[in-house]
Structure formats: structure tokens, C-alpha cells
């Protein structure tokens, strides 16, 4: 077995991480031990995809004064 080169391993980018679901929250909650950075998304106070839209969509909608 060939190891890699440290900058086959270092510079790599990230996969897509996919639309954020229950399922993808509900597992931060279950595993918010191993999350690193943000306190929110360790504790699973993040938005869904679909709830997101619905507050931008409500957001956008409200004329300016």
C-alpha cells in the first residue's frame, strides 16, 4: 500500500456537503460531540434547506418602510 504525499492530503477540497435536512440535523444533535466550530450547529440550532427559503422567501416579500 502506497502512502500519499502530505500535499495529496492537505490540498484537497472538501466534498459538496448536499441540501441540509432533519435527517443531516438531527444527526448533529446525536454526534455534536465530534462537530467542531460553530456552537449552533453542534447544539442543532441550524435551518433545514426548505426552512431557509421560507424565511428568505418571507423576508424579501416585507416592503421597506
Known amino acids: 500500500m502506497k502512502l500519499k504525499g502530505w ?3 492537505v490540498m484537497v477540497d472538501f466534498p459538496p456537503s448536499g441540501p441540509i435536512t432533519r435527517k443531516s ?5 446525536k454526534e455534536g460531540s465530534r462537530f467542531r466550530g460553530s456552537m449552533r450547529v453542534s447544539t442543532g440550532r ?3 434547506d426548505r426552512e431557509f427559503e421560507k424565511y428568505r422567501e418571507k423576508v424579501l416579500s416585507t416592503p421597506l418602510p
Request: net charge neutral; hydrophobic share 75%.
Open 46 to 48: 441550524v435551518w433545514t
Open 25 to 29: 440535523v438531527a444527526l448533529a444533535l
Open 7 to 9: 500535499r495529496e492530503v
